[in-house]
């Protein structure tokens, strides 16, 4: 919930929201508001502190860009002389796997001391070029993303993933067709990518790292035309897994065209100030994966609510 500045709103209560599932209101369950929120009914005890995860991808940027950001990062970790105002856990994706710090801390110098000790990976990926490599690269990110959920879902709470990466391949466009098994699998990894993000309370945030020079790129935007839900699998390509339309579809930011990556890292991680928790009961489906859409409304104009746009509903 931000204002028209884009900062976090506090102070709002259970009757300024709206929640509609499928354009039909429904009963607030339960409301937690975190950082400053009040209600009078349906209140939920605090929740766990929000876990912040910072992870750096070394599969789909190349090595002179992870120099770079590794600066920022650093910058980002040593605001206010190393004392961060949230905790923070590092993550490191490679092609070799992915390594997750188990502990977050708010000690940036101790962080950034971790962070030193990690050794950038150079790709091994043995198509690094074309389409198949663009694949590979593909399939890496989603196994990632897939591991990282299954871990987190373990974990109570809310969780911030800020993932540091121009994004893997979108492999879709005119020249990409596929076959109705291809559209099957892919649907079912729409509905499991989804199911595991709601389920781990993931919200991802997509900071490019690429930078100013890349801001007249197709990438910074292309996205944009995958970010309609996907009902079903005659309609389904691959971007509709892209990183950036993942992180608006969950209620985080795609930031791009910015060599100030601290400052989008420092952006993304203020959402944990103050946010809204609204548990509102499920409608029947009329068949397996039925997509149902969720708007969430607020009688304060002027405010704009980041929020799952959806969920997949079982009969």
């Known amino acids: 919930m931000t204002d028209h500045a884009g900062k ?15 354009g039909h209101p ?10 400053g929120g009040v209600s009078t009914t349906n209140v939920q005890p605090a929740g766990p502190p929000v876990k912040i995860i910072l992870l750096v991808d070394e599969v789909n940027t190349n090595f002179t860009r992870v120099a770079y950001e590794r600066e920022q990062i650093k910058t ?17 994706f490679s092609d070799k796997g992915t390594e997750i710090q188990n502990n977050s ?25 074309g389409f198949y490599g663009a694949v590979e690269k593909f399939q890496l990110s989603l196994t990632t993303l897939q591991s990282l959920t299954a871990k987190e879902a373990q974990v109570p709470g809310r969780k911030m993933v800020v993932w540091i990466s121009p994004g893997w391949p ?55 035309d995958f970010l309609k839900p996907v009902t079903s699998a005659r309609i389904v390509v691959p971007a509709n897994l892209a990183l950036q339309v993942l992180a608006v579809q969950t209620g985080g930011l795609a930031l791009t065209a910015s ?37 969430v409304k607020v009688a304060t104009p002027g405010l704009t609510v980041r929020t799952r746009n959806g ?3 079982q009969p």
């Open 8 to 22: 976090t709103v506090k102070g709002l209560t259970e009757k300024d929201f709206t929640v509609l599932t499928n």
């Open 26 to 35: 429904q009963d607030i369950l339960s409301f937690e508001a975190s950082g």
């Open 76 to 92: 980002f970790l040593l605001r206010n002389e190393g004392v961060l105002d949230h905790p923070v856990s590092m993550a490191f």
């Open 105 to 129: 801390s708010r000690d940036g110098n101790a962080l950034l001391a971790s962070f030193d000790q990690h050794e950038t990976a150079l790709r091994s990926v043995r198509r690094s070029e």
């Open 170 to 224: 979108l492999l879709s466009g005119p020249n990409v067709e596929l076959g109705a098994k291809d559209e099957a699998r892919l649907f079912a990894s729409i509905v499991a990518v989804s199911n595991a993000l709601r389920e781990a309370r993931m919200t991802l945030y997509s900071v490019d790292p690429q930078g100013a020079e890349s801001a007249g790129g197709a990438r910074n935007f292309y996205y944009k």
């Open 259 to 295: 060599n100030d990556i601290a400052g989008q890292i420092a952006q993304c991680v203020a959402d944990s100030d103050t946010f809204y928790t609204l548990t509102v009961d499920t409608t029947a489906a009329d068949r397996p994966n039925e997509y149902h859409a969720i708007e």
């Open 311 to 313: 969920y997949y509903a």
